[in-house]
């Protein structure tokens, strides 16, 4: 059984004090608003081949490693209105920047669910779910 | 420059009404401003001021049984927002008002129709640079009385929906046009939404729900663009009794509106079992 990514796992553990779901949603807005679009160089427009499947926020992932050989995550969000995927996305960004491309594989799939709750409509479950996937696999490429 | 709503033909305007006209009303009293989302963080994240927030799944859904709430919740949630049964509710949301559309539907599932969805919803009012804010109007107790809902005329069952695509009713599919066809069980990308079966139900027509608004605006289109999408497109008839679905009652709450009160079917109903239930149902037919 795989264990979380240690610094996913801090953001969850932060999160699970907010008890209240007003606070909770205050603190995923923070992440969201912390998140920065970073396309590699040359990648604009953005290929369809980066682009999310399935995701209404229109989001576009780029796997890659840095010089030192860890992971280089960045993601861009067309939709303005795309707070959740933009939460997700720095969360992503923030747990495995760096990190070895092998702790990529540790992130479960139930994650969006982790972090917004279980009344996630199933598209929005979907669209989010698709960004952990995507991130997976590219990463597992990378190994 | 957006053709205003009274110039594009609607059999019932009154339903939608503009951004302009909220901002410009929205101190007047006269109607009270809900917000339906998908997104959750949505609407904490900044809201049109003094709007309410109704959430599809907390608010609207019995957590037990899969059914909407019964008439004492739904009176308690009206109280909150300080609704009486005469007032106006205006209602706006992500994704080109889908979620303000199924709000307004189950709204009236309970009797309260008088009702209006702001056209472009959420996504226009912020593109148009309109004031939001994160403070939430003050909860409030109005003391809405408890009224059974009513799914009669506007919700339809199983059952029912059998009988009506056996006598070859009218029947919209809101789906992908790949959902529609059986040729995938779920969107690519998707894993299997819960359906054992893909297809439709037989005779169904497959008009998509996003088709019925401008993908730019987010506005609805026009009544000569609706009829030109489904009734000289898809030979659909106003008169006739209608029925629409999706996956889970949701998107085709949404295709609901636009023919019951912009088209003017008066017999449609929406089918919130949908493909989760007719796809999985045995003995029912199928067709891909």
Redesign the interface.
């Known amino acids: 059984m795989s264990t979380l990514p240690p610094k996913i796992a801090e953001i969850l553990d932060d999160l699970s004090f907010f008890t209240e779901r007003?606070e909770r949603?205050?603190a995923?807005?923070s992440l969201?608003q912390k998140f920065v679009a970073h396309v590699p160089d040359g990648e604009d427009p953005y290929p369809e081949s980066r682009k999310?499947?399935?995701c209404?926020s229109e989001v576009y992932a780029w796997v890659g490693l840095t010089e030192s050989g860890g992971l280089d995550v960045k993601f861009a969000v067309r939709n303005?209105?795309?707070?959740?995927a933009m939460?997700l996305a720095e969360v992503l960004i923030q747990g495995l920047q760096g990190e070895k491309p092998t702790l990529a594989q540790d992130i479960p799939e139930s994650l969006a669910i982790d972090l917004?709750?279980e009344?996630?409509?199933?598209?929005?479950s979907?669209g989010l779910t698709?960004m952990i996937?995507l991130v997976r696999a590219e990463a597992a490429k990378l190994t | 420059m957006s053709t205003p709503i009274d110039e594009r033909g609607y059999a019932h305007p009154g339903v939608l009404v503009s951004t302009e006209w909220v901002d410009a009303h929205r101190d007047s009293g006269q109607f009270i401003l809900v917000e339906s989302n998908e997104d959750p963080l949505l609407y904490p994240s900044g809201h049109i001021p003094g709007a309410y927030e109704i959430d599809w799944a907390n608010d609207l859904n019995d957590p037990i049984v899969r059914d909407y709430v019964s008439g004492e919740a739904f009176a308690e949630l009206m109280s909150k927002i300080g609704a009486t049964p005469d007032s106006h509710i205006v209602l706006y949301g992500d994704r080109s008002n889908w979620w303000a559309c199924y709000t307004l539907w189950v709204f009236h599932l309970f009797g309260h129709t008088n009702c209006s969805i702001m056209d472009g919803g959420r996504l226009k009012w912020v593109q148009e640079g309109r004031e939001v804010t994160r403070e939430k109007p003050v909860v409030l107790d109005s003391n809405y009385p408890i009224r059974e809902r009513n799914d009669s005329e506007f919700r339809a069952f199983r059952d029912a929906v059998r009988a009506h695509a056996a006598e070859g009713g009218q029947l919209v599919d809101v789906r992908s046009p790949q959902e529609f066809t059986g040729e995938k069980l779920h969107m690519d990308g998707y894993p299997n939404e819960g359906a054992l079966r893909g297809g439709h139900i037989p005779g169904a027509k497959n008009v998509p729900w996003a088709k019925a608004v401008d993908a730019e605006t987010s506005e609805f289109l026009s009544a000569d663009a609706l009829r030109e999408l489904y009734l000289q497109g898809q030979a659909l008839d106003a008169n006739r009794e209608t029925v629409t679905y999706c996956r889970i009652g949701e998107r085709s709450s949404h295709t609901w509106f636009a023919l019951k009160f912009l088209l003017g079917f008066d017999k449609v109903k929406n089918y919130d079992g949908s493909w989760t239930e007719w796809g999985n149902s045995v003995g029912f037919p199928i067709e891909k």
């Open positions: 007003d949603i205050q995923l807005i969201g999310v499947p399935g209404e303005p209105q795309g707070i959740s939460a917004f709750g009344s996630l409509s199933m598209g929005k979907l698709n996937r």
